[in-house]
């Protein structure tokens, strides 16, 4: 999910289309089912029902930088890794379920899911 409009989310994603090859789907912030910013939970639960069968928002794990992004996440009721800018002060990071300095540090075995291949 991206806070981003269709115009910036192309600028912002040119460098880097193989990684977002990857993704199922991308919703982003002029969706028609996001009629909120973050720290609404608009822009992640719109995502999770984009997935097919019957998603519940427990089984979801958001990654955010932003405060208003993890706080989106728990208003869903969804998971939040935290991979903030260092700069940011540590009291944003309470409502984030895990804090990383970088998504390489990631592990997903520590959430139930399988490991990376090699």
């Known amino acids: ?47 999770m029902r984009r997935f097919e069968g019957n998603v519940e928002p427990s089984n979801c794990l958001v990654f955010e930088d932003a405060p208003s992004g993890v706080g989106a996440a728990k208003n869903a009721g969804m998971y939040a890794v935290m991979v903030p800018d260092p700069r940011l002060d540590i009291s944003y990071h309470k409502e984030a379920d895990q804090v990383l300095s970088s998504l390489l ?14």
Do not use: C, Y
């Open 105 to 118: 540090d990631f592990k997903p075995t520590e959430w139930g899911l399988p490991p990376f291949k090699e």
């Open 1 to 47: 999910s991206f806070r981003s409009h269709k115009r910036h989310f192309a600028l912002k994603t040119q460098n880097h289309q193989e990684l977002f090859a990857l993704m199922h789907h991308v919703v982003m912030g002029d969706d028609p089912e996001v009629k909120a910013g973050k720290p609404s939970p608009d822009i992640f639960l719109a995502a």
